[in-house]
């Protein structure tokens, strides 16, 4: 079904105003449900969930083949939303919760559909909804608003800048009060955080972000002492805006220039950071060592003779990916990385040249974990810092705080817990489940779960104080989309099903 503006106005405004007023009456709801990405309060944590430890496929309660898409399971109710694309097609699609039935599906009419990494993907982007309303979003398009039952509300399309999201786009729509805020960070300066009404898809308000470039995160509420504040965590910095009007309130720079993760908090703080460019986790490029390319000196004489180096070779980037993954091995070949650090020209690369190199790298940005005191200070951010984690980031899953500690997990299943209140790292250590990580962890009933690309979900236990492995769950099937955790049940989308596990 392509989608069309409704044309009666009477019918318009009486389901305006019926979407108001159900979701002024649900807020209580939203805690129950796993309403946008990260659930109830963008975090990835749900306090009434009690999902199931191990499961498989061959106990699921139900499973459904769905097309493509990274989007993760937006639930309200008995639905389920999804934004899918095959066959040059983006859809939005409500599935019922109960048996996984699809209810309905809807095109949307895009001219030409967004280019992404291989590693990325046009339906990216998780949906939100409450009582009345669930809102998809597509860079491709712009914003679209249904009722559960599939009728098209509204639909604002967003004008495209004139550069698009480096590696295609990522961020996430959430609900504010009665707004809907998506971020548009861009290349060419063209980025900015929107806001539309929820209830008409009307502008509400519009905050430039001229200096920011590419980014994925999807901004979280952070709901304060009374006075809520909207967090976006972008390139090089972190902005606090005003809910209401969109004003900046503070800033915190000292991030890398690429940031996926969407930030976590608790009460008192935001906890924010990401990978430096490259995926690089810690304060050394361990792969780019000059041990670990030794090997292409043929004749060892301490220097790499570029023309001696295959011509298709190309430098591991993220030995923590396997062989074949699109983001493990740089996508440019090593001859042209070695011309740009012979120096002086002699058609080889020395030790001492690859070094300075990588060190002048490695000098523009540093891996970050800040924990930043929201609640006080003035415009400026350096005397909210309280503390600072510089090794062991991850570069797409979101950091998870639960029961005062902060997880982190990045490719090759490296798991680290840092003290909510300290800073301090309790542990670090590998999961059973080795290879890529883009979902982010979820968490409930005292447990963490990490879902990997291979499709592998490790759950733990939250209130150890060291790597408590209480089960591996293998679904045979690739993981990248963030599951969500309703009731007794564990939703998890795969590249080819959606699934639904209970504890029993």
């Known amino acids: 079904m392509l989608l069309k503006r409704s044309s009666h106005p009477i019918g318009l405004r009486f389901g305006i105003l019926a979407g108001t007023l159900l979701a002024l009456s ?7 449900y796993w309403p946008q990405f990260r659930g109830p309060t963008g975090q990835g944590t749900s306090d009434s969930a009690h999902p199931p430890i191990r499961f498989s496929v061959s106990n699921a309660v139900w499973k459904t083949e769905l097309p493509p898409g990274h989007s993760s399971p ?18 939005c699609r409500a599935y019922d919760r109960r ?36 809102v998809f979003h597509f860079h491709s398009y712009g914003l679209l608003a249904f009722s559960h039952q599939g009728k098209l509300l509204w639909d604002r399309p967003l004008p495209k800048p004139v550069a698009e999201v480096r590696y295609g786009s990522g961020s996430s729509p959430v609900l504010v009060r009665h707004l809907v805020v998506q971020n548009q960070d861009v290349e060419g300066g063209g980025s900015r955080l929107v806001a539309v ?7 509400a308000w519009e905050a430039p972000r001229p200096f920011f470039g590419s980014g994925w995160s999807t901004p979280v509420l952070w709901p304060g002492d009374g006075k809520p504040q909207l967090i976006v965590l972008g390139s090089k910095k972190l902005v606090s805006y005003d809910p209401a009007s969109g004003q900046e309130l503070w800033a915190m720079a000292g991030f890398p220039g690429e940031t996926p993760p969407s930030p976590a908090f608790d009460a008192q703080h935001v906890f924010a950071g990401s990978a430096a460019t490259g995926g690089r986790s810690g304060e050394t490029f361990e792969s780019f060592a000059w041990e670990a390319v030794a090997d292409l000196d043929l004749n060892h004489d301490g220097k790499i003779q570029i023309n001696e180096v295959p011509e298709d070779y190309r430098f591991v980037q993220r030995p923590g990916l396997p062989e074949g993954n699109p983001g493990r091995r740089l996508p440019f070949p090593a001859r042209d990385v070695l011309r740009s650090m012979d120096q002086d020209k002699d058609g080889a690369v020395s030790r001492k040249e690859w070094d300075t190199s990588m060190g002048e790298f490695m000098a523009r940005e540093t891996p970050v974990l800040m924990a930043l005191n929201a609640g006080s200070g003035g415009a400026v951010g350096t005397n ?21 500690k902060v997880y982190l ?70 993981i990248t989309a963030t599951p969500a955790l309703v009731d007794d049940t564990l939703y998890i989308r795969t590249d080819r099903h959606l699934f639904a596990f209970r504890n029993r």
Not at 107 to 118: D, L, Y
Not at 120 to 134: K, L, W
Not at 197 to 203: I, P
Request: glycine share 8%; hydrophobic share 40%; charged share 20%.
């Open 26 to 32: 649900s807020w209580a709801a939203d805690l129950k």
């Open 74 to 91: 937006c639930v309200w109710g008995n639905r389920i939303f999804l934004s899918t694309f095959a066959a040059d097609q983006l859809e």
């Open 99 to 134: 048996s996984g039935r699809l209810l309905w599906t809807r095109r949307v009419p895009v001219e030409k559909v967004e280019s992404t990494h291989a590693f990325n993907h046009p339906a990216s982007s998780t949906a939100a909804a409450d009582a009345a309303t669930v």
């Open 197 to 203: 009404h929820r209830a008409t898809g009307k502008l």
């Open 384 to 404: 909210r810092l309280e503390w600072k984690v510089t090794r062991g980031l991850p570069e797409v899953p979101s950091p998870i705080h639960y029961l005062g």
């Open 409 to 478: 997990v990045r490719d090759g299943g490296m798991v680290q817990c840092v003290s909510a209140k300290s800073g301090s790292i309790l542990y670090q250590d590998r999961l059973p489940a080795p290879g890529g990580y883009t979902a982010s962890p979820v968490a409930a009933d005292g447990r963490v779960y990490f879902s990997s690309v291979s499709g592998t979900i490790t759950v733990i236990d939250a209130r150890a104080d060291s790597l408590k492995v209480l089960a591996t769950n293998s679904l045979g099937e690739a």
